[in-house]
């Protein structure tokens, strides 16, 4: 085998080494020779380092109540006003009647009055998008409270979702009461039966121990009266007594 005569006549030259990496190579060897760093600490630098180089906004914007509401769940807010199930018990729920609650199925009108606390999300206003609206809170019998409430809409649709909820659930794990108050049934001028969500006795009652409205969009529409939108059930979810001509082909 030849070799070509240029690789006999070219010597191995020495390379040279820049200050600053030899400098590198010790610090290198420096920590190499010391206790190794644990995952937690090297965890905890990282997060530091990333919290240091983000810039502080001491003047950021306070989200609103609306955006809040609707971002946290239900069952939270429940627990944070009745406690868990040893303060349902002691909790007192009222009863209305349906005139009561259908006089506030509207918008404010009234000097005082306050709009839903849901806001954006209130249910009066996905009835119609045509004729969208923020409903009025509902205000029960006792005290006013120090902030807004839910309106009538809103109130049936979360008791609705925790009623189902609590029926899928453990027996031995539920919230408070998941009603804001109670309505009557099966009597003339209130609420028909099959309108209404009532616990069964293998279920937590204690949890809802009234009645509450079932909560459907399409049980509902709204009518302007004196430039003033209502929201108008169906005729059907209120009670009506048997005839006597039913009762005698029965």
């Known amino acids: 085998m030849q070799v070509p005569s240029a690789w006999n006549s ?10 600053g990496e030899t400098t590198r190579k010790k610090s290198r060897w420096a920590q190499e020779q010391t206790e190794p760093t644990s995952l937690d600490e090297m965890c905890n630098g990282i997060c530091q380092s990333i ?11 306070i989200p609103s109540l ?3 509401l609707s971002s946290v769940p239900y069952q939270r807010i429940l627990e944070s006003l009745f406690g868990g ?4 018990v002691q909790c007192q729920v009222p ?25 954006s ?4 206003r996905f009835i119609d998008r045509e004729n969208q609206f923020t409903g009025v809170e509902f205000r029960l019998p006792g005290p006013l409270p120090a902030t807004p409430q839910m309106c009538v809409l809103c109130s049936r649709k979360h008791t609705q979702k925790m009623y189902y909820d609590m029926l899928y659930r453990p027996p031995a794990i ?8 109670g309505v009557l049934c099966s009597v003339e001028n209130e609420y028909s039966a099959d309108f209404v969500l009532m616990m069964p006795p293998h279920g937590p009652v204690h949890c809802m ?42």
């Open 10 to 19: 070219r010597k191995r030259q020495r390379t040279t080494r820049s200050r």
């Open 51 to 61: 919290l240091d180089s983000k810039p502080q906004q001491p003047d950021e914007e």
């Open 66 to 68: 609306d955006t809040i």
């Open 85 to 88: 199930s040893s303060a349902a």
């Open 95 to 119: 009863v209305v009647t349906k005139a009561y609650e259908e006089s506030f199925m509207r918008e404010c009108v009234y000097q005082g009055e306050r709009k839903c606390v849901m806001g």
């Open 121 to 124: 999300e209130c249910e009066c």
């Open 174 to 181: 539920h919230t408070g009461v998941i009603q804001r108050y």
């Open 209 to 250: 121990p009234f009645p509450s409205p079932v909560h459907g969009r399409n049980n509902y529409m709204i009518q302007v009266r004196s430039a003033v939108r209502y929201l108008v059930q169906r005729p059907e979810m209120g009670f009506r007594p048997p005839s006597l001509g039913a009762a005698l082909d029965a």
